[in-house]
């Protein structure tokens, strides 16, 4: 026998799937649009959809409705702007450091971090904070991005590239 | 020593998962780049994402939901016909509104209707019709007294707390006040009485016939002058009881009386005049052995024997 699922149109429903999935969707998108007050709008949206289509959306299916339905209301919405994150203007010139071990100037180095990262295209920093910031898994992000494994592997050995490509001179070892 | 991380592509991220092989990892380890992957992978780690305010997000989710686009259609419609019915009614109100007369105490007025009657409104008196399309139903509302010289041109209804008064092409007074009375002067003249639904009963007046309703019996009676005194400026009475003398006077003068003792039911036979409030009470009270006291500035008129 079948168990019947819950039906998205119930209200403790929704709320459930709104309480276990509005917070990392949000911070999917920001992460790749940069734009905290875009981000919550476009799951908000999401959202609104959702209950809409309730009756259409089995509750198993609800979170990759809304991961999908997130990405492409950001495709739609932002991705023909060139998106930066906020923090961008944290970004200093860069200082060529003469200290001869490490870095001194951890506050400044998570600054130059934050810029560098803004600077990766989106495929790669979505990725990136995904895995390192929200510490998922490629698994978990290849559920939300829907891409592959490997894709994930390959994305992130280009963010890391290029990050050191950036911080490199900063570090000195 | 190969570069793994740059001939590898997929080799840091698979660092990062922990999935490369021992011998990998320890040649990676050795690199001189080591250092720098693992301290940038390190801050990372302490990056915060932003902070998220879920349960204001749904709240604010209902509420879009709530005002969204779907019932707000519904909603503006419903403005709409509101609006709409507001329109209708207040305009219908207009439409069936009413024009209204109103004699103050010793005012009188003449009013000429659209279709060309003329109405004496006697003092304390109103009268009232539709303001529109009143002349494909010519009814008219009276209260205190009137005289009429209705044109001859279709039915004319009055309307009074008594009864209904029809008309084709006459002259006539109503005297509706604690008295009810009606004069025919010229022409006929259809009485129906409030509560009477039987048209067989209506009293028919013509010219020199008058009826008198007193405590709902109808007296027929007749006269002779050919228009009522009150238009020539003076009330007349015949046997009449004080009561109704007083009341007259006091719809043409501004005053009430304080009547203390006096027997008002006693009968009063003569006239007074309606230009001349000392005049008035004179000839009124004393035949009646009646004194009066008028304090200055007082609308009060105290009775005494």
Known sequence: MLEKEPSVCEEHNYNKLFRKFYEPATKYIYYKCGNFQQAEDIVQNVFIKLWKLCNTITYSKAKSYIYTACNNLFLNDVAHQKVKLKHQKTLTDTIDYESPD????????????????NTLSVKEREVFLLSRVEKKTYKEIAEITGLTVKAIERRMSIALRELRDILGKDIKV | MAKNYIDDD?????????????????????SETFKQFEIINRESQLLAGPNIDTET?????????????????????????????????????????????????????????????VINLN?????????FFW????????????????????????NTSKGAINVLGTEFNIKDRTQFEIKCYEGKIRFTKLDNTDTTKDFTLTKGSQILLDHSMIK???????????????????????????????CLYPITFDINTIDTTRLFSGS????????????????????YQKPEGSPIIILSK
């Open chain 1, 102 to 117: 490490f870095i001194i100037e951890i506050d400044e180095f998570r600054k130059k971090l934050k810029a560098a990262i």
């Open chain 2, 220 to 250: 027929e009676q007749t006269f002779k002058e050919d228009t009522p005194d009150w238009k020539t400026g003076i009330s007349k009475f015949t046997d009449q009881p004080l009561s109704i003398v007083l009341e007259e006077l006091t």
């Open chain 2, 135 to 158: 002349l494909h139903n010519k009814v008219v509302k009276l209260t205190g007294e009137a005289y009429f010289k209705i044109v001859k041109e279709g039915p004319f209804v009055v």
């Open chain 2, 272 to 291: 007074f005049t309606h230009n001349n409030l000392e005049n008035a009470l004179q000839t009124t009270l004393i035949p009646m052995g009646i004194t």
């Open chain 2, 123 to 131: 003092a304390n008196s109103s009268l009232s019709h539709k303001r």
């Open chain 2, 10 to 30: 997929t080799f840091l991220g698979r660092w990062i998962a922990g999935a490369l092989s021992k011998d990998e990892l320890k040649a990676f380890e050795q």
């Open chain 2, 57 to 117: 997000a749904l709240q604010i989710v209902k509420q879009k939901l709530q005002t969204g686009a779907k019932t707000s259609k519904v909603k503006q419609l419903w403005y709409a016909i509101a609006v709409a019915a507001v329109l209708i009614l207040s305009l219908g109100t207009f439409l069936t509104s009413n024009k209204t007369y109103t004699t103050a105490i010793g005012e009188k007025q003449t009013i000429r209707l659209a279709d060309g009657s």
